[in-house]
Structure formats: structure tokens, C-alpha cells
């Protein structure tokens, strides 16, 4: 099994900003892509960012240019610098990855607790 452990979260005011890690650990032969997703009190769960095994990106459409997701492979950690934070992005943030725990299985998806981030306006 893989466990995916987030820290950074916390109250920041707006425009202000914050950095979140994510360390995965367990066993672990492959991780594909990893990513931040969000989930917002009465809204359903949205894609923040993503990047794959090869540091290609993507982001949702309302942190595009705020917001900047790196990996370290070596650690299994992904990180979201999250800048210029406005009261709308106050939401669990969620880790995820894309896991593969030996050569012969695929990849299966594992999820964080997640960690409060909360903006104040």
C-alpha cells in the first residue's frame, strides 16, 4: 500500500501565500503522475494541478499563474506553491498519486487525508 502524508496547511490572508508537501510512502515501485486536487464545502472535488513522471504540468483554470507544482522524485514528494491566494481557493487541498507497488501491476490511484487551507478576505 502507498500512504500519501500532506503538510502546510493553515489560515493565511489574502493575497498571501502558502506551500504544501506531499511525501508518499509504503511500497512503492513506480509513481506516475502526482497532484493536488481541492474540495470546497458543497462543491465537488476539482483538479488544482497535476505533473507527470517527466514534469509536465497542468492546472486548473482559476489557479493558472498563481499557483506552481514540483516534484522530487528521489523523495516521492510533490509540492504546491501556492501565491497571490484569494478567499475562493479556501478548500481541503488533497494529495494524489498514481502508484504502482511492483513491476507487474499498474498503477492505482492513492489519495492523502488532506489539509485545510483557509483564506480570509
Known amino acids: 500500500q502507498v500512504q500519501l502524508v500532506e503538510s502546510g496547511g493553515g489560515l493565511v490572508q489574502a493575497g498571501g501565500s502558502l506551500r504544501l508537501s506531499c511525501a508518499a510512502s509504503?511500497?512503492?515501485?513506480?509513481?506516475?503522475?502526482m497532484g493536488w486536487y481541492r474540495q470546497a464545502p458543497g462543491k465537488q472535488r476539482e483538479l488544482v494541478a497535476r505533473?507527470?513522471?517527466?514534469?509536465?504540468?497542468n492546472y486548473g483554470d482559476s489557479v493558472k499563474g498563481r499557483f506552481t507544482i514540483a516534484r522530487n522524485n528521489a523523495k516521492n514528494e510533490v509540492y504546491l506553491q501556492m501565491n497571490s491566494l484569494k478567499p475562493e481557493d479556501t478548500a481541503v487541498y488533497y494529495c494524489?498519486?498514481?502508484?504502482?507497488?511492483?513491476?507487474?501491476?499498474?498503477?492505482?490511484?492513492?489519495w492523502g487525508q488532506g489539509t485545510q487551507v483557509t483564506v480570509s478576505s
Open positions: 494524489n498519486a498514481d502508484a504502482a507497488t511492483s513491476w507487474y501491476s499498474g498503477t492505482s490511484p492513492y
Open positions: 505533473i507527470t513522471s517527466i514534469t509536465r504540468t
Open positions: 509504503g511500497i512503492i515501485f513506480s509513481i506516475n503522475a
